[in-house]
T-cell receptor
Framework: GNSVTQMEGPVTLSEEAFLTINCTYT??????LFWYVQYPGEGLQLLLK?????DKGSNKGFEATYRKETTSFHLEKGSVQVSDSAVYFC????????????FGRGTSLIVHP | ETGVTQTPRHLVMGMTNKKSLKCEQH?????MYWYKQSAKKPLELMFV???????ENNSVPSRFSPECPNSSHLFLHLHTLQPEDSALYLC?????????????FGPGTRLTVT
């Protein structure tokens, strides 16, 4: 079956620091890849996605590139803000239009002023 | 109202109570999900409905009973819960777009079982 591995948190950074949250996956075929974000007291919301190899998803200054050769989808941001403090979930969805995704355990990000 | 809404946002119930959680989506999606989110644990998929038929039931105890009367509404009926059932219960919906399903989540119901 599919699986997603995310780096353990929490990740603690100062404002304007560079962020990387690692995500690797195992899956058959060509899954779609997602990053979701959960702000305190809220549900998850889609941050970005990529649906084929070498695609780059981007949103709100965050980026992630679909690397099929390393089965990775690392999340990056050049300069984090306090408002980016949240839990970030990597997820995959199997090819063929599966509507049941597999989520990672989530990585908590804490950004200090 | 837009997106996915959930009511109530907070619920405290005793172990002998019966209550229901409600989820409504205003996105025209055809799949709906219940997840359980506990501290220090991975997100747990509980139930999936596609076109109002239950297609996934991940060994969830029978004290949780889902109901999907139409494509816009999803309920989770609760009875004789245990303290370990205290968690955030998230509802989500999705629709295929060019072979990809993106999920849209509600804000969750924070459940405390006393």
């Amino acid at each position: 079956g599919n699986s997603v591995t995310q780096m353990e948190g929490p990740v603690t950074l100062s404002e304007e620091a560079f962020l990387t949250i690692n995500c690797t996956y195992t899956a058959t075929g060509y899954p779609s890849l997602f990053w979701y974000v959960q702000y305190p007291g809220e549900g998850l919301q889609l941050l970005l996605k990529a649906t084929k190899a070498d695609d780059k998803g981007s949103n709100k200054g965050f980026e992630a590139t679909y690397r099929k050769e390393t089965t990775s989808f690392h999340l990056e941001k050049g300069s984090v803000q306090v408002s980016d403090s949240a839990v970030y979930f990597c997820a995959i969805s199997s090819s063929g239009g599966s509507y049941i995704p597999t989520f990672g355990r989530g990585t908590s990000l804490i950004v200090h002023p | 109202e837009t997106g996915v809404t959930q009511t109530p946002r907070h619920l405290v119930m005793g172990m002998t109570n019966k209550k229901s959680l409600k989820c409504e989506q205003h996105l025209g999606h055809n799949a709906m999900y219940w997840y359980k989110q506990s501290a220090k644990k991975p997100l747990e998929l509980m139930f999936v409905y596609s076109l109002e038929e239950r297609v996934e039931n991940n060994s969830v105890p029978s004290r949780f009973s889902p109901e999907c009367p139409n494509s816009s509404h999803l309920f989770l009926h609760l009875h004789t819960l245990q303290p370990e059932d205290s968690a955030l219960y998230l509802c989500a919906s999705s629709q295929e777009l060019r072979g990809v399903y993106e999920q849209y989540f509600g804000p969750g119901t924070r459940l405390t079982v006393t």
